[in-house]
Structures are given as structure tokens and as C-alpha cells.
């Protein structure tokens, strides 16, 4: 079970989960925090460092690199990661802690005396007797999204061009910003790559290998009320949180949100709702993974708004829904290979290859839809977003040797 590659990959992981690089969706600045330029600056340096080609970091925050082709013929494959970490939880200040050769007893944590990570509420735990486990402190999220892919293509970055006599094509690696609040794809992301397919490695338990995503949009509320002093308000007084408010309570409730449905059911979810008497706001994600699926929730949400709106004309109520992403698969499905490729090299290192539908999006939904065939693999993080997250050093050193066999299978 212990590999070449655990101490290099549990030494790059707790390096970069105690640096702060959580993304910020209210930030209209590229990359939305500054503080994820010192992530990105820290591996343009060790990419230099071990030798990588064209290092290069970009405007819009995407660390690029290439490790040279040493074989004629293969095409040119990516692999991503995105170095930002998710916005839903404390990021700041991780403290990583490895428990080597867990022996399978309960997680606690110095930060969070409450808090305990349980191998009896969690059967991939429990399977994982023996690895490695790293684990935040309790107070923060560990941030192993993604970072435990960063350390899985640098780890094989690393070792490929160490090892020149392993036969691969031209192999491009880039680590994006702001994925985790959907922006981590430029629109000059895919030429930059200039690959003929690519790989995300942004996936959860071993084997997994992903070709569809969810079909994304966003939705701004906006309720205009009317303002004035409450003590002369009588027949005046138009109040947009009542009607903010009637319009999450006119939503469907005990369907068609997150906590109701799973699988290939998709969703509307009202996620934030801020304002004052005078001017509310709600913020809204649609997901579903068929388009007309999403058409419907959009048309839906779009009716209940005028619906409210109806009952109070001195209101204004604006409902405007934004793409975000689409469902990879429609892309993916007219060429398969890349997604058999990653299947074929899961087998060759003896994991059996799984592939469900992600109730999310990765930057490889993005870039599919723009022409970069990109499946999204296993990196072995767990109870991500959250003060439980943890990651198998073992599995991560899985993913580091799919991503190697995979260079070498695509060159055959
Ligand atoms: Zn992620």
C-alpha cells in the first residue's frame, strides 16, 4: 500500500493547505482574492524549480506549464487543478494534521473538542484503516478541495520529468483560481492549454472518473419596495423583505430543493437573502442535468416572481437567471476516448473505474463546452466544504499513478 510518491504528496498537501487561497463570489477583482496569487506564485516557482517548460502565470491567474513530449506521435494532454478554496467555510488559518497508519478510532480535533470524524458514520473511513489521514483542526475546512489535486499533478509532474525514459506526449498542467464560485475558466484558458483533451483532477473516491455534470444557472431576485418613515407608513409603505420572503415561501419546499433530491433529480436552491425594508435581494442557483429540465426550473421561478409581483403592484420585482455551466456529457458523449482513456488507466493500476453523474460543476464543464474534452478524476478527498474534510494520502498517491499511467496509455 505505501508508494514512492506518499511523503512527497502529504508534504506538498500540508504545505498548501496552510496557505490561505479561498475565493470570494462578491469580488469582481481576477483572481477574486489576492490571496491566491501566493498559491499560484508558490507553484509557478516549483515548477520552475523541478525543470517544467513554458512556466508561465497569466493575467487572468491560471498558473500554465509544459513537461515535454518524449515520444513522437501522442497527442497533447492537460491536467487541472484549481488552487482556490471553497468560500462556505472558514479557510483561513488551517492547521493540517496527519494521523499516519490511522488506526481506525475516532478523529477528534484541539480546535473543535465537539467535533468527531467517525469511522462508524463513514464506511470509505472505515475502509481506509492503516493510510494515512489528513484532517483539518476543527476550526477551518482543510481545503484538500483542491488541493490535494495540486499536489497530485505537481507530484507527477515532478516525476515525469525525473523520468524521462517513460514514454508520453507533450503534457500541459495548469492550476486555475475561483473555480469553487465558478470562474476559474477563462475565456483564453483554452488556447493557453492548447491540448487536445485534459483532465481535471477534482473528483472524490478512488476510481471515480466523471462525465457528466450538472447544467447551471444563477439567478438574481431583486424586490424594489417602497421606503419611508414607519410611523407615517399607513398605505404607503411597501416592504420588498415581506415580498422577498413570499416569494422563497411560494417556492417548492418539499421537492425540487438540495435536501429533497439526489441522483439525476436536479434543483432550485435559494442560498442567500439580504436587503432592508426598502430593497431585498435573493440569490438563487438552478441546477438539473438536462436542459429542458433547467428551462423548466428557470420558467418556474420566473412564475412565482410574477406571481408575487402580481400582488403588489407599487413593487418591482426583477428576476434575472445567468448561465453558468453545462452538463458535460453532451459534448463528451460524441467522443468518448478521453473518458475510456482515464477508465483504461484506472484499470491498469488495479481500481476499478466508476463513473456517476456530479451534483456540481467542475472547470472541466466549463472547458468541455468550450472545446477541451476535460473529465474530472479522483483525487480522494472526503467531507469537503467543511471542518471534516479529509484526504487518504494512499488514495491520493492512486490518483498520482492513474495520472502517470494515463500520460503513458495516451502515447501508445
Ligand atoms: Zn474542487
Redesign the pocket.
Known amino acids: 500500500m505505501r508508494t514512492e510518491f506518499d511523503r512527497e504528496l502529504e508534504e506538498r498537501l500540508v504545505r498548501y493547505t496552510a496557505i490561505d487561497s479561498q475565493s470570494d463570489e462578491k469580488s469582481d477583482s481576477t483572481p477574486s482574492t489576492a490571496i491566491q496569487l501566493e498559491m499560484l506564485r508558490l507553484l509557478r516557482a516549483e515548477l520552475d524549480e523541478m525543470g517544467a517548460e513554458e512556466v508561465t502565470l497569466t493575467d487572468y491567474g491560471a498558473v500554465l506549464a509544459t513537461i515535454p513530449a518524449t515520444t513522437v506521435g501522442a497527442p497533447t494532454i492537460g491536467f487541472l ?2 488552487v482556490d478554496t ?1 468560500p462556505a467555510y472558514n479557510a483561513t488559518g488551517v492547521k493540517p494534521r496527519v494521523h499516519r497508519g490511522w488506526d481506525g478510532a475516532d478523529i477528534r480535533y484541539p480546535d473543535a473538542p465537539e467535533l468527531v470524524l467517525s469511522a462508524a458514520a463513514l464506511p470509505y473511513l472505515a475502509a481506509k484503516v492503516g493510510h494515512d489521514i489528513v484532517t483539518a483542526s476543527g476550526a477551518t475546512l482543510l481545503g484538500a ?2 488541493k490535494a ?1 495540486v499536489a497530485i499533478v505537481m507530484t507527477a509532474a515532478r516525476h515525469l520529468l525525473a523520468h524521462p525514459e517513460i514514454p508520453h506526449g507533450k503534457i500541459r498542467v495548469a492550476f486555475t483560481p475561483d ?2 464560485i465558478g470562474r476559474g475558466v477563462d475565456k483564453l484558458l483554452p488556447a493557453d492549454l492548447g491540448v487536445d483533451f485534459a483532465y ?1 483532477l ?1 473528483a472524490a473516491r478512488v476510481g471515480e472518473v466523471e462525465y457528466e455534470s450538472f447544467s447551471a444557472d444563477a439567478a438574481v431576485v431583486k424586490v424594489t419596495g417602497v421606503s419611508i418613515h414607519p410611523g407615517t407608513a399607513k398605505g404607503v409603505l411597501v416592504n420588498a423583505l415581506h415580498l422577498a420572503a413570499k416569494i422563497v415561501a411560494t417556492l417548492p419546499q418539499a421537492t425540487m430543493t438540495p435536501e429533497t433530491t439526489e441522483g439525476r433529480e436536479g434543483f432550485i436552491h435559494v442560498y442567500e437573502m439580504t436587503g432592508t425594508a426598502a430593497e431585498a435581494e435573493l440569490r438563487i442557483i438552478l441546477r438539473d442535468f438536462e436542459r429542458d429540465g433547467l428551462a423548466a426550473k428557470g420558467a418556474l421561478l420566473r412564475q412565482v416572481c410574477e406571481t408575487v409581483a402580481a400582488t403588489e403592484p407599487r413593487a418591482r420585482i426583477a428576476c434575472e437567471i445567468k448561465a453558468q455551466y453545462r452538463n458535460m456529457r453532451y459534448w463528451l458523449e460524441n467522443d468518448m476516448r478521453p473518458v475510456e482513456l482515464a477508465r483504461a488507466a484506472c484499470e491498469a493500476e488495479g481500481i476499478e473505474p466508476v463513473s456517476k453523474p456530479i451534483r ?1 460543476g ?2 472541466g464543464s466549463r472547458l468541455t463546452e468550450m472545446g477541451v474534452p476535460t473529465p474530472n478524476v479522483f483525487t480522494g ?1 472526503q467531507e ?1 466544504h467543511g471542518p471534516l474534510e479529509w484526504v487518504s494520502v494512499q488514495d491520493m498517491a492512486a490518483a498520482t499513478k492513474v495520472v502517470i499511467r494515463l500520460a503513458e496509455m495516451a502515447a501508445k
Open positions: 487543478a484549481h471553497a478541495d483542491d489535486g473555480e469553487e481535471t477534482d456540481g467542475t472547470d478527498m469537503i
